[in-house]
DNA sequence: CAATGTGTTGAC
DNA sequence: TCAACACATTGG
């Protein structure tokens, strides 16, 4: 509907659903009562829509699927589909997107390191959220993501030259996966020089041998612009947390971290497994923020999302998406505004 | 006219 | 945040 006349699947899909008044009680009866109902004089179609039992799935009035996610008290509409386990796949990709791995969704219980988990990591984290809404709109994801791993092989067979190929997939280099946040309190940002990291998100992320909890390990983390922190990290005992300490308040000063802000820290996708810190104030709008630091390289926030290897010939074109986010020209119409990750 | 997806509300 | 529901808007 919108800017594009790659709608495959519409065509034929809508051709053979729309057909029937469709009450749709294709594959589970799961919610037998309200799909089902008495029969008799009511038609479901009548009335009360079937509910999905997937998250974010909602019904259409002509039987097929929307699907949708929030975000900032907003919902992002991400299309429409025949089939109602197509809707919730797609919010289980959109949800991975918009906040990390280990979200919960509908079906993949079964996100494992497996090189497979890596490389959708990557994909999705060097797509913006609007990109990936765009594709999940028009069906396109699929193909997007088995074209991104085509690519992938590419790169890791170097050519004879020595040299590696480039020009797309290139943006699987520099994906990084979200580990946490936390929203810094005056403590983290006082003169004690120790950030305490969240003990649930501690030992996922940042386990300790048992030998060094106390001795505790030096960590790298690189910030937007590239630069390096070292920070040790360590189990205190005493208080039986998990922190940051040497090299900590350094950041806190340059950065000039107040509590409230929120720090948070990503992991590169690739093999590496380069950590990466950044921080922002308050998600909250309105409030002006002075962001005495951290200026134009916001753009290249992670140094993903240049890459547009979109093949969307329609409205979004090939245009930097994050500079199609901060103009707030969403895809076509008035898509609401998201944020560059 | 049918389908999409936004406006809106209330429950959680 | 989230889904239910109504219906304005859209596109063929």
């Given at each position: 509907?919108d ?11 809508t ?32 009335r009360k ?42 919010y ?65 067979c ?6 590696i ?6 943006q ?5 996966e979200p580990?946490?946040e936390?929203t ?11 950030l ?24 790298h ?8 922190w ?37 992991r ?53 998406n ?8 969403g ?11």
């Open positions: 509907m800017c594009s006349t790659d709608d495959q699947s519409t065509t034929t899909e051709i053979s659903t729309v057909a029937a008044p469709v009450t749709t009680p294709p594959l589970i009866g799961s919610n037998g009562s309200v799909v089902i109902d008495v029969d008799g004089g009511l038609e479901a179609e009548s829509l079937p509910s999905s039992r997937y998250k974010g799935v909602v019904p259409q009035p002509n039987g097929r699927w929307g699907a949708q996610i929030y975000e900032k008290h907003q919902r992002v509409w991400l299309g429409t589909f025949n089939e109602e386990h197509e809707a919730a796949k797609a289980d990709t959109a949800v991975q997107r918009f906040r990390g791995r280990d979200s919960v969704t509908n079906f993949k219980p079964l996100p494992v390191d497996t090189e497979e988990a890596g490389l959708e990591a990557s994909f999705l984290n060097s797509h913006s959220k609007a990109e990936i809404v765009d594709m999940l709109r028009k069906h396109t994801y699929n193909d997007e993501f088995e074209q991104s791993k085509r690519n992938f092989s590419l790169k890791k170097p050519l004879s030259d020595g040299f190929r480039s020009g797309h997939g290139q699987l280099v520099n994906a990084r580990l946490f936390k810094v309190t005056p403590s983290d940002v006082g003169k004690l020089n120790r305490v990291i969240p003990k649930q998100h501690a030992e996922k992320h940042f386990p300790l041998q048992s030998g060094t909890t106390s001795k505790g390990v030096l960590l983390f690189e910030d937007v612009g590239m630069k390096v070292r920070f040790r990290y360590s189990y205190w005992n005493s208080s039986q947390s998990y922190v940051l300490t040497k090299g900590w308040s350094r950041f806190v000063k340059e950065k000039n971290l107040k509590a409230g802000d929120i720090v948070s820290f990503q590169s996708t690739g093999p590496d497994k380069q950590l990466y810190i950044e921080w922002k104030t308050r998600t909250g709008l309105g409030e002006s923020n002075p962001k005495p630091v951290q200026p134009v390289q916001m753009f290249r926030l992670f140094g993903v999302n240049i890459f547009g290897s979109t093949s969307d010939g329609s409205c979004n074109g090939k245009r930097s994050v500079e199609l986010e901060l103009l707030g020209v895809s076509c119409k008035k898509q609401r505004i998201i944020d560059p990750l």
